[in-house]
């Protein structure tokens, strides 16, 4: 279910369709599936009136009922999280991206800061680095689904800004992360 | 038994029961001059894993005119000689008389203490704030001085003088370079962990007479210097157009004096210097994705090296300038690789471990450290060209930054002791371990200084 919500049509060779792909030439189309309508600005908590979560249709009901996250949900989730050492973003991790893109899309002027990070695990150099692969990864989302390359900022602070302390896979788990910063 | 004779035998019993304290604490208390801040530093010696090493006892200097002085030469050479794994100094306890000059040495009863070579000197006052520190060297066996020295100083370079004797007698009974006359630059941070206050600075390799370069809020990260000794580059993170990001500075330790050398969108970080000093390998992502970059210092030119889509990060020069070694996670996790600087195909070096990376060259170009993960935690590892194979050389489990002595015989690293930020060194065979710890904070990023400086001035 979580494919079908998601799933994609990989659309060879760029184009006019979506403003701001500039020269990539695999661009992600609007989900199949409609995200289904969240309690809008109220759980987004983007403390921003520019951004909308107006105009979306219904989703996919079954989805909902097995605890997938409405678009209002997504919204309101602001980082996601990877494995040790990846930068890949899992279909969760995607989604969370690919609604944060959306709500981009329909709020012209708005900025977006994504900050990678890294546990503390290995040194702090690859760290930084892999913080900013992590960030690029959702910044690939959001270009191919329409966001300008120049409302995006990447920032990595590698293993500098822990959220959480303590040497455990606990602690790494959360470390491990892009938040989503609006400006 | 003589009275002599029942001396020595109470000295044995002394001397092993120091030898059989597996760490013997050298509590150093350094009164820095004018407005610096009193600092304490501890180096905790595994002194049982340093038997073996060169016998020698370290007589206190005699003052002549001198009232007393806070830094006493042979209290520095001692730790030095301690401090490098190869010497067992001799407690004081079980000297044989305090000579300070050749012929009040008493060759038959040091003899009785197993040294083979002892240091004696001492102190002459010339006013003015001028010292004349005067050594010597003696073999004990063959009953002769080895090398004899004297320098005239003023008071506030006598830590300076002390670590050039230890270099010298380094030098004289091991047969190589001593690297005591160096500095190391480091990291301090002090604060709780929601609010953290970032130091660089910079201090004998001893630990002694720090100096802060840099003071922040952000994170300061690989500080590593110039060939000639007199520059820093590091990064530090800094707002550039209302975005806190990673910035590389290149900055002159005795003037101060800095400017940026990579601001460009996304990540400018992991500097490293060629050996003539003319260029920085830099990591920058400006075009997309970490790659490798050769900056230029005199034309402010860029050229990239990598081209990649995995990470491709912690550059580091070899000594004939010819390749640059560097990790890569185009495998997965981050392994080493190399590259001739000319440009040509990346070569991975390493295969055993899951992770391999911050790698840097020894000072003969023969081997390269790193950290290496081998299932046993992140620990210094050194690859050498001839195994082919990453060798663990620590039994910790959360090593970083690595950097070798410039006489390449040891390497100091970041590690955490008791839940804390602290220094440490491992000899290039891994058979010897020490801990540096400073009194406050935590510390990390260590850098080595090369043995040549042209200036030495703060």
Redesign the interface.
Known sequence: MMRNLFSYLVIIGCSIVIAGCGSRNVVYSEPEVEFVSGTAGSTTGLNDDAITTSGLGDGNSNDSASGVNTYGDLLGMRVVYFEY?SSLLSLASEAIAQAHAKSLASASGVQV?LEGHAD???????N???G??RA?SVANVMEALGVSVSRI??????E?R?VA?G?DEAAFALNRRVEIVY? | MNKFELKTSVARTVLAKLRLNIKLVLLLIFFAVAKEAFALLTIEIKKGELVGGIPIAIVPFALEGVGAIDHKPADIIEVDLDFSGKFDTLPRAVFAGDPSDLKSVQYQQWRLTKVDAIVIGKVINLGEDQLEVRFRLVDIVRKQQIVGQKFTVHASKIRKVAHQISDIIYQQLTGEAGAFDTMIAYVAVTGTDQDRHFDLQVADADGFGTKTVLSSTEPILSPTWSPDGNLLAYVTFEKVQSITRPIIYVQNIWSGERKPIARHPGLNSAPSWSPDGNSLALTLSKEGNPEIFIYTLNTDSLQRLTRHTAIDTEPSWSPDGRSIVFSSGRSGAPQVYRIPVAGGAAKRLTFNGNYNADPSYSPDGKSIVMITEQGNGFRVGLYSDKDRIVKELTTTIQDESPTFSPNGEMIMYATQHGGRGVLATVSKDGSRQQTLKFQNGAIREPAWSPLKRKKRKL
């Open positions: 050492n800061i503390e695990r290995g040194t702090r150099e690859y930084l680095a892999l900013e692969s690029r900022q990447i920032v990595s602070y590698g500098e822990p302390f040497y400006q």
